[in-house]
């Protein structure tokens, strides 16, 4: 994944006997997510990955951080 946009920070702990990893990635503006996804998106090794590791996942959430200075 991170042929599209480089990771920042991973965090991950123990949480009711499950495993949490959290994943910070920047970026500069909504749209360049949304333009490293839909690239990602189109790569078949990507596509096979995440279908591999659909069963180890339980749940997941994004969410989207803005700052709160220009």
């Known amino acids: 994944r991170e042929r599209y946009s ?5 965090w991950t ?12 990635w920047p970026y500069r503006s909504f ?5 490293a996804r839909a690239t990602a998106m189109q790569d078949e090794s990507w596509g096979a990955y995440r279908i591999a590791i659909r069963p180890l996942i339980a749940a997941m959430q994004a969410s989207l951080l803005t700052p709160l200075l220009p």
């Open 13 to 24: 702990s123990r949480e009711r006997n499950r495993d949490v990893v959290v994943h910070l």
């Open 6 to 10: 480089p990771c920042a920070g991973v």
């Open 31 to 35: 749209d360049e997510r949304m333009q």
